[in-house]
């Protein structure tokens, strides 16, 4: 069994609650997902099934495409709903106010990556510094902000104001970190307060499967031979084969980053790459055993 399985994860599990469950229901030990989603949070969560767990980095690194609430007027120590709460203020703002924080937000800019999350300093996951009340200096990364949009018309709740968003982001961005800089450019305070992860690269949540749905054996494993990327594919016969099953270097004759070598039966072979100490090759990056349809 080897492939991808799309899920649409509800709020209250983890992103590890899921795959525990289903590597149960499928009785496979050899599975991974392609990027947390907070409890609170709902939407597309990409499981990697088999020799896929070969690609988790690939798709890992791809766009994702969020809607999100936003509750101004918050502060918490999560940085969304769930929280303890930090800060109230009143906050109250027009649709004008909102759209010019969107655009100012647009593009690329330097995150602090929220003390509740897994990203490791000194060997430490932030979140242990959290709940140990530890200090420490949380970093930041470069994130883009590829396209974002009102979705909601604008709701003023006992002096906050709400609303909701629409936004494709690159890797590593946290929708958290992203409602408080929205906050700020506004001049206050503010959570996430609903979360749906509507795509993941290539991957949309009107072709995913909910819990019950795999439960329930109504579910389909898309296999590695599916056009999973937007890179060139290259049929490998006679010596280009024998290269390829032999892991050994290749000509980059297609002016490629990353190509998909497959044999002409449409199995899988390899994923190759360009060769950093000679851009005129390819070398293997992600090799499938025997061939993976």
Known sequence: MNG???????????????VNIVSKKLKIKKI????????????????????????????????????????LGLNTDTLDITGNVLKEEEAIFTKEDILKSLVKIKGFYEQTVPIYSAVKINGKKLYQYARNNEEVILPTRTVEIKEIKLISNIKHVNNKTI????????????????????????GTIGVMSKLNRTRQGKFLI??????????????????????????????????????????????????????????????????????????GYLKPWKMFKGGIL
């Open 163 to 186: 609303f909701s968003i629409k936004c494709t982001v690159s890797k590593g961005t946290y929708i958290r970190s992203l409602a408080k800089d929205i906050a700020e450019i506004l």
């Open 206 to 279: 009107k072709d995913s499967y909910k819990l019950e749905d795999i439960l329930s054996d109504n579910y389909k494993i898309i296999p590695l031979s599916d056009n999973l990327f937007d890179y060139k594919v290259v049929i490998a016969t006679d010596l280009l084969l024998k290269k390829v099953m032999n892991g050994a270097l290749i000509e980059n004759i297609y002016g490629e980053e990353v190509i998909l070598i497959k044999d002409t039966n449409d199995n899988l072979l390899a994923i190759y790459k360009a060769y950093e100490k000679d851009r």
């Open 32 to 71: 991974g997902h392609t990027g947390t989603l907070d409890p609170m949070a709902e939407g597309v969560l990409v499981l990697c099934i088999g020799e896929a767990t070969k690609i988790v980095e690939i798709i890992t690194s791809s766009d994702k495409e969020y809607e999100a609430e936003i509750t």
């Open 4 to 18: 991808l399985l799309i899920v649409n994860k509800e709020a209250g599990c983890t992103s590890r609650d899921i």
